[in-house]
């Protein structure tokens, strides 16, 4: 652990230059008396490392000085990817590794490069999670996550939208997919391919036995046929609405884009009011029961009367409780 740290004491001063003690201990998690003796243990091999006291001080290697101890381990490399996605990293368990992996391709670069690529990181930043949404609790991940890994054949309890709620399955764990914050399982279960949410996984239990993944399986290729699929299944009706011009502003805030695109294509003239009727897709009456509701007085549905009538019994309702 102590090797590691020093490792890591030089990288840092090596790709960022002059760094304080109080800056190299905030960076590593330690105390700043523990950066201390580091330091000192450093002078003490060789390392052309010197400090200087005052506000403006901090350590710094000699001009011209580079290590070469910067090689990826092989952990480190396969979570190369998720350098840029520290949450996502940390999900996996794998967040000190992916920002080892960080350090060490940061101190690699030349120093032009090297700024160009701080920069970046200084003015853009992903955030996966929606709005109104932190992302799952997902308890499972990691094991999960090493099953993949190691293809272990994995035993959960799943709880799934329809009866029975609670249901057993044995899986072949392919991949994993991170959707708006959501972790989703790819895996073949009873000889089908089949996605699973990870944080309605209820219980975990890894297997001895391991699986074969087949060497043609593109987890990227399948996840966009399945959300092709999805989307299309999806549908299941259509809804005749009337939209008044703040209804149709507030549309793409409030409706699905396949939404906002149905009323762009079929909207008719603008009465004298500025109401417009259209018609878009629906997946059901309670969805759409409730995605319309967000519209609140600004839109009408016309058809399907089931949906109508059921819309005017909430409206019904809503008035004697605000009455």
């Not at 890994?149 to 709880?159: A, E, G, M, Q, T």
């Not at 008044?244 to 549309?251: A, D, I, K, Q, Y």
């Not at 695109?261 to 969805?287: F, M, N, Q, R, Y």
């Amino acid at each position: 652990m102590r090797a590691s740290r020093l490792l890591s004491v030089l990288l840092l001063l090596q790709a960022r230059g002059r760094m304080t003690a109080q800056q190299l201990a905030d960076e590593l998690e330690v105390s700043v008396r523990t950066i201390y003796r580091d330091v000192d243990s450093l002078h003490a091999a060789g390392i052309p490392l010197y400090g200087e006291a005052g506000h403006e001080g901090g350590y710094q290697l000699l001009d011209g000085f580079r290590t070469r101890l910067t090689g990826l381990t092989e952990k480190e490399a396969q979570v190369l990817f998720l350098a840029g996605l520290p949450g996502p990293a940390a999900d996996l368990g794998l967040g000190a590794l992916a920002a080892a992996a960080e350090l060490k391709i940061e101190a690699a670069l030349p120093a032009d490069l090297r700024e160009g690529s701080r920069c970046i990181r200084e003015h853009f930043h992903l955030d996966a999670p929606g709005w109104y949404h932190d992302g799952d609790q997902i308890p499972h991940l990691p094991a999960v996550a090493d099953a993949v890994w190691n293809k272990r054949i994995i035993h959960v309890l799943y709880h799934r939208w329809r009866e029975p709620y609670e249901i057993k399955r044995t899986l072949e764990p392919y991949g994993l997919v991170l959707k708006a914050g959501k972790w989703y399982l790819v895996a073949r279960c009873e000889g089908t391919m089949r996605t699973y949410r990870v944080n309605q996984i209820l219980d975990l239990q890894v297997a001895d036995e391991t699986f074969t993944r087949p060497n043609g399986f593109d987890l990227g290729a399948f996840w966009r046929d399945h959300l092709v699929d999805f989307r299309a299944r999806l549908i299941q009706g259509h809804a005749v609405i009337r939209l008044s011009p703040t209804g149709r502003e507030r549309l793409t805030e409030c409706m699905s884009s396949q939404a906002v695109k149905a009323v762009d294509e079929t909207a008719s003239a603008p009465d004298c009011l500025g109401w417009v009727t259209a018609t878009v897709p629906i997946e059901s009456l309670i969805h759409a029961h409730g995605e319309f509701l967000k519209l609140g007085a600004e839109c009408e549905v016309l058809e399907p009367p089931a949906l109508r009538a059921k819309l005017a019994t909430t409206a019904k309702a809503l008035a004697s409780l605000y009455t």
